[in-house]
């Protein structure tokens, strides 16, 4: 492999002397879809926050992140490196209209006059397949779905083209088709761009449809690290297979006996009737 | 068996919001037997949450009818609804949020013996310790104020205060959504085991179709109000209907290998 | 006493405990070290403060013992203080707890009435009552806690409101919990958390007011109190600015410490476990 974006060594993460990450070493190569998959209190959003340098001020930071993707420098948030966090409305300004908010980053970051400023942020909202972008661009987030808003906060990010991209539990607070079409996003984001994605997620399978790496943190540690398909294979570690054993799915043996007695399905002429002559009102 | 434990029949409910009428719930129907799990799925704003909340009698329909253990569940009113609620409990998405941010393990399951009289107070102790083993709470946890357990630990608190009066039906709103992967499937097999060894009756609702495959007997899945497809379970995920039930299907992430 | 030592635990919280346990101190003991009226006449007049064994902190134009009435008035300040808060607390929560439970019309209503509150100046409407009704003690109480009063109302209906709709209201509901149990257990106790916290400003507020309008003459004229202190060393303000600046001195000092105690109660009450 070339040089890696990223080269992360022994790095300890603490707040007000809590451990939150304990010794993690390993590589973030350069372009790909990496996923830190993680339940609660596994440390994977202390690694954003660390990695993005956003940590907030009581947490005491040891060992290192070095740069080599970046020629060495720090990498700047919001410009070489975005964050997209769970919660969109935290991040979207209440009373900028999405048209200005993702255009703001493209007109600081890449030095654009606000006109083609606006025109490269309608781009960005098309590329993030928003609908009625004339309506959107001048739409405050309220107005959004919680999916939409989510990829206001991806075409944000993207604003600066970052060479890299960290999405925290991104679709955790959306249902599962909205979740779907915005990994269907991701995906296609990020197949063609020099751009690299970290992906953090406590759903295991979810992210076996989208990135070709993978690290399992467990308490703060990193028990595993390794190619996508293989961990799944041939998980390394006991908790991995716990993870894998605990995800459930439409081929996954159901957890009810089969039942005998066939339940009646709901037929009741009477009720249609009644229904017609409501609906008119 | 005749009567089904609940008959949910035509419930329409309608929000003004900001001078725009919203349907959020329109002429759903459903039976629900005994000792069977609903399983109600759909996207966010597809009106689960209410339809739980209008059966739960938290709000009121507009038009249509429900039947809870062969009464007339619509009508009741002041002590006798009250006293009904004992056999309709429910179990939220959010736990943190669930419980009185002042109450311990102990006061909150407390609280349901003492309303509903289950057991005399001099038994008390030993039904709140009887209720916590049933849920896998070590009798540690009783004194422990709410806000500091664990979410998986709080869940299946709400779970025990919902069989402390010992119900027929538990309505859950996503109350698998929050909790990791591990521990969802703990709680999953905690109310399979209720629902055999009690007879228990579940209206699971989540916008996870896997997740209601696995435990539920019959799915309903709805949309803007309605409820477009409804059938058993293997016939509703084996062969899907609608565009929408399709579009559920396809969501499910596979463990790709 | 683990609730004390929470709010001790603060930021500020254990100095504002100090100030104000300071002053109940010297409310308690004015009556030991200076038995009978502060207000008689003690000794040679205008002795100046830190010249007289017999008078520490010195005399005022009329010869009363500066100390003794600095002592007393302590205790008058804090009684009017926390005896108009209290009383407009009371008000305050009855009127938003009733607003907020009953919505509707009666809502509509007693919001109307605590906005009419609102928009007249607080000090002005003690002051117009304190005239009225002439000045003594409990009128003075009254009349700060008439001004006071609109704002934990609004506090305690907003609260009300929002815990109304909290996911563990629906649960008692559905638990089937007598509506009033749920109002007194479940929603009372949470939505007072915030008032409380304002409860000990308003002390303060109480104490200035107070004290403005016994600087005015329209407080109690039977008993000592700082505000009429600082408006009797006005006389002699350019001979004497002690008679002035000492009680001046003390009422920053309450209020200071009330501040502090607060802001460590408010700390106290949000670190709830």
């Not at chain 1, 070493?25 to 372009?31: A, L, R, W, Y």
Request: charge should be neutral.
């Amino acid at each position: 492999m070339s040089v890696p974006l990223a080269t992360i060594r022994n790095l300890s993460v603490a707040y007000d002397g809590e451990t939150a990450l304990n010794g993690l070493s390993f590589d973030i190569p350069k372009g790909g879809r990496l996923a830190i998959i993680g339940e609660s209190g596994s440390g994977k959003s202390s690694f954003a926050r660390a990695l993005s340098g956003l940590l907030p001020a009581n947490a005491a930071l040891s060992g290192e992140i070095g740069w080599p993707g970046f020629e060495d420098r720090q990498p700047q948030a919001g410009r070489d490196l975005c964050l997209v966090l769970q919660d969109p409305a935290t991040s979207l300004d209440p009373v900028m209209t999405i048209g200005r908010q993702v255009a703001e980053g493209a007109r600081a970051h890449l030095g654009l006059a606000w006109p083609q400023a606006m025109a490269q942020a309608e781009n960005l909202l098309a590329r993030v397949r928003l609908p009625e972008l004339q309506r959107l661009m001048h739409a405050f987030p309220h107005q959004l779905s919680g999916g939409q808003r989510q990829r206001v906060a991806i075409a944000a990010a993207l604003a600066s083209r970052p060479r890299l991209l960290i999405a925290d539990e991104i679709t955790s607070a959306l249902d599962m088709v909205t979740q779907a079409e915005i990994v269907t996003l991701l995906r296609d984001l990020t197949r063609d761009s020099a751009m690299t994605l970290v992906f953090i997620t406590h759903d295991i399978a979810l992210a076996s449809t989208l990135c070709d790496r993978c690290a399992v943190f467990h308490r703060g540690r990193l028990v595993e690290i390794g190619p996508m398909a293989e961990v799944l294979a041939r998980p390394g570690d006991a908790y991995t297979a716990t993870l894998i054993g605990a995800h459930i799915d439409l081929a996954s043996p159901r957890l009810i006996e089969h039942f005998q007695e066939k339940w009646e399905p709901v037929f009741r002429p009477e009720m249609r009737q009644g229904k017609e002559s409501g609906g008119e009102r | 068996m005749s009567e089904p434990l609940l008959r949910v029949s035509g419930l329409s409910k309608t929000f003004a919001s900001g001078g725009r009428r919203v349907l959020a719930v329109s002429d759903v129907s459903f039976d629900l037997p005994r000792g069977r799990t609903l399983g109600l799925v759909g996207a966010s704003g597809s009106g689960k949450s209410t339809l739980a909340r209008l059966v739960l009698r938290l709000i009121a329909p507009d038009a249509g009818a429900v039947h809870f253990q062969g009464r007339d569940w619509l009508s009741l009113r002041g002590i006798r609804l009250r006293q009904a609620r004992a056999k309709m409990q429910m179990v939220f998405q959010d736990p943190a949020s669930a419980f009185n941010p002042r109450a311990t393990a102990e006061s909150a399951l407390a609280d349901a013996l003492r309303i509903h009289a289950i057991v005399p107070p001099e038994d008390r102790d030993a039904e709140i310790e009887r209720l916590m083993d049933r849920v896998g709470l070590w009798p540690a946890l009783r004194v422990r104020p709410v806000g500091a357990l664990s979410g998986g630990q709080r869940q299946r608190l709400a779970i025990a205060r919902a069989l402390a009066t010992r119900p027929k039906l538990i309505v859950l709103d996503e109350a698998l959504s929050a909790l990791d992967l591990g521990i969802r499937r703990q709680i999953l097999d905690l109310l399979v085991s209720l629902q055999r060894g009690e007879g228990l009756s579940y209206l699971f609702i989540s916008h996870d179709l896997a997740v209601v495959r696995a435990i539920a007997h019959r799915i309903a899945v709805m949309d803007a109000g309605h409820i477009v497809e409804q059938g058993e379970t293997e016939t509703v995920t084996g062969a899907p209907q609608t565009s929408i039930t399709k579009a559920l299907i396809a969501a499910v992430p596979r463990l790709i290998t | 006493m683990n609730f004390l030592g929470r709010i001790a635990a603060a930021p500020g919280g254990g100095a504002g405990l100090a100030i104000l346990g300071l002053l109940a101190l010297a409310a308690f003991s004015a009556h030991a070290f200076f038995p009978g009226d502060p207000l008689r006449i003690a000794g040679p007049a205008l002795v100046p403060p830190f010249s007289s064994g017999d008078f520490p902190l010195g005399t005022d134009r009329l010869g009363r013992d500066v100390l003794a009435c600095l002592m007393h008035g302590a205790g008058i300040s804090l009684l009017v203080g926390i005896a108009a808060a209290a009383a407009a607390i009371l008000l305050g929560v009855a009127v938003g707890a009733v607003s907020g439970f009953a919505g509707g019309f009666i809502d509509e209503c007693l919001m109307r009435v605590v906005e009419t509150f609102q928009i007249v100046p607080g000090f002005l409407l003690a002051l117009a009552f304190a005239s009225v009704f002439g000045a003594s003690l409990p009128v003075i109480i009254l009349a700060i806690a008439l001004a006071a009063w609109a704002e934990p109302a609004r506090l305690t209906r907003a609260e009300v409101l929002s815990i109304r709709e909290q996911d563990y209201v629906a649960s008692a509901r559905a638990l089937g919990m007598h509506p009033l149990e749920i109002a007194f257990k479940e929603i009372l106790p949470n939505a007072l958390a915030p008032v409380l916290a304002l409860a000990a400003l308003m002390v303060a507020g109480a104490i200035l007011t107070e004290a403005a309008l016994s600087f005015l003459g329209l407080g109690d004229p039977n008993v000592v109190t700082w505000g009429s202190m600082i408006a009797e060393g006005r006389n002699v303000i350019r001979s004497a600015p002690w008679l002035s600046i000492l009680p001046g001195l003390a009422l920053m000092l309450t209020v200071l410490g009330v501040y502090l105690f607060s802001e460590g109660l408010s700390h106290a009450l949000r670190a709830r476990p």
